[in-house]
């Protein structure tokens, strides 16, 4: 391969990177405003859905005590309660952790790589 060939290969290359980061660009500003988006949305419907579990449950359980206000088996049903507590807490704890996280900006990387790619077939 002569010298002029290289050169004109790695112009080429370089003009394509050039075009392509203007698109990365693009794109970039594009998938931060799809992951916030998603991002309040989620957040906002996870919020009010943790406040209004939070609030029925502690009726709820507010209810099952006060029935079992003078009966036998009142201190029962109030460590009953707070046992079902420890243990959903404990559940929820587990399903946190073993969540898997979400992968923001998923769509600038795979063009990234495909674009990497394609240059290494380029230069070869």
Request: proline content about 2%; hydrophobic content about 50%; overall charge positive.
């Amino acid at each position: 391969m002569s010298v002029r060939s290289k050169i004109t290969k790695w112009r080429n290359v370089g003009r394509f990177c050039v075009e392509r980061a203007t698109d990365y660009g693009d794109l970039l500003g594009v998938e931060l405003d799809e992951t916030r988006k998603c991002l309040v949305r989620e957040l906002s419907a996870l919020i009010a859905l943790a406040v209004a579990g939070l609030f029925t449950l502690s009726f709820v359980c507010i209810a099952i005590i006060a029935t079992a206000w003078r009966t036998p088996y009142f201190l029962e049903t109030v460590w009953g309660v707070a046992a079902i507590w420890l243990i959903v807490t404990i559940i929820s704890l587990l399903i946190v952790r073993f969540q898997k996280p979400t992968r923001p900006l998923h769509v600038l990387q795979r063009e990234i790589r495909s674009d990497l790619d394609t240059l290494k077939e380029a230069l070869k």
